[in-house]
C-alpha cells in the first residue's frame, strides 16, 4: 500500500519536527530529522514539490528499482504524486547519521496564480530518478545553500510579499539547477558518450529485427528502460550531446532504415512502412515527407 503525505505539516510530523511556520513552504536541516513511523516509509508518495541538498546520508532511497547511496553532496528533485520507499532497515542508522544538508518543501497551493505554476513543469529533472541526482561544486553548494538561507529567514514574517520574494528565490533556485545539471552533462561527457553509444547500439538492434518491430516502432520508454534511465534523462543527455531528443534520435534511425529499403530492396512501400513497425502506411509517409521533404516514393525514384 502507498502510504500519501498530503501535507509540508503531515511530513514535519513524520519527520519529528515542529510544525512550519508556513503551512505551504518549508526548509529544514538534514540533521534535524528524526524518522518515526517505519512502515510509512516502505513505499510513500508526496502531494507537494520536494528538493533536497544531501551530504553524507547514511540511508539508501530507492526510487522505482532503482537505490542509490546519499554519500556525497547531491541534489534531488521529487514532484507530487511520485511513489519513493526507504529501506526500512536503513530508518535506525539515519536517525542516528543523518548526514547534512537541507530540504525545501513547497505545496503546489503556494503557487497559485504565480507563473512558476505553469513553467515548474518545464523541468525536466523532477521527473529524474534518484541516481540521476545532481552533483553539485563547491561553489554551487554554496549557491543553492544561500537561497534555502533565504527561504528560510523569508517565511519567517509572513506578509502579503511573503510568497512572490519565496517563488522569486524558488525560481531562482531551479533554473540555478538547470544550469547545473547542463554543466553535468558536460563535465560526465565520457558516461555520457557510453550511453550514446548503447542508444545507437539499442536503436540499431530494434530496426534490425524484424520481430521487435512486429510490436511496433521503438519508444522513448522502451530505450529508456533498457538503459536503466528516465525517459526525461535520457532525452536531456541525449540533447546535450547531440542538439537532438530520444524521439529525434529514434525517428533519425528510421528515417536511415527506410532509405535502406527503398534503394536496395524492391518492397512497396506500403510493405516497407509494415516492416518498419508501423501500423498504417500513412504514418510512414507522413513522418518520411516531414524529415525529408519528399515522400518515400520520390526518394526512391531519384535512384532510378
Known amino acids: 500500500m502507498i ?34 513511523n517505519n512502515m510509512i516509509w516502505e513505499s510513500f508518495s508526496l502531494n507537494f514539490y520536494c528538493v533536497a541538498l544531501k551530504r553524507d546520508i547514511a540511508g539508501k532511497v530507492k526510487y522505482g528499482q532503482q537505490y542509490y547511496d546519499y554519500d556525497k553532496g547531491i541534489m534531488t528533485f521529487i514532484a507530487p504524486k511520485q511513489v519513493h520507499s526507504l529501506d526500512a532497515s536503513q530508518v535506525d542508522r539515519l536517525n542516528q547519521e543523518s548526514g547534512t544538508g537541507y530540504i525545501l518543501m513547497f505545496h503546489p497551493n503556494f503557487l497559485y496564480k504565480h507563473p512558476l505554476a505553469a513553467t515548474i513543469k518545464n523541468f525536466g529533472f523532477f521527473s529524474y530518478t534518484v541516481n540521476e541526482a545532481l552533483h553539485l561544486s563547491e561553489k ?46 558536460i563535465t560526465r561527457k565520457a558516461v555520457n558518450h557510453d550511453l550514446l553509444t548503447k542508444t ?31 525517459t526525461h534523462y535520457l532525452s536531456d543527455m541525449l540533447r546535450s550531446l547531440t542538439g537532438q531528443s530520444a524521439q529525434q534520435h529514434i525517428q533519425g534511425k528510421l528515417i536511415e532504415k527506410a532509405k ?26 507522413k513522418i518520411f515527407k516531414k524529415k525529408t521533404n519528399i515522400s518515400p516514393l520520390e526518394f526512391r525514384q531519384t535512384f532510378n
Open 140 to 185: 554551487e553548494e554554496k549557491d543553492i545553500i544561500g537561497i534555502f538561507y533565504k527561504i528560510d529567514e523569508e517565511y519567517q514574517h509572513i506578509d502579503r510579499h511573503t510568497q512572490d520574494i519565496i517563488l522569486s528565490q524558488i525560481d531562482l533556485l531551479l533554473n540555478y539547477s538547470n544550469r547545473f545539471y547542463e554543466r553535468q552533462f
Open 260 to 285: 535502406e529499403y527503398l534503394t536496395v530492396t524492391n518492397l512497396s512501400v506500403a510493405e516497407i512502412a509494415y516492416q518498419l513497425g508501423f501500423e498504417y502506411p500513412q504514418s510512414f509517409n
Open 3 to 36: 502510504n500519501i503525505i498530503n501535507s509540508v505539516s503531515q511530513f514535519h510530523r513524520l519527520l519529528s519536527l515542529p510544525e512550519p511556520a508556513h503551512p505551504l513552504v518549508s526548509v529544514v536541516r538534514v540533521p534535524d530529522m528524526r524518522f518515526n
Open 200 to 230: 545507437e547500439q539499442l536503436l540499431n538492434e530494434c530496426f534490425e529485427q524484424e520481430e521487435t518491430l512486429k510490436n511496433g516502432l521503438p519508444t522513448v520508454e522502451l530505450l529508456a528502460a533498457k538503459l536503466n534511465l528516465s
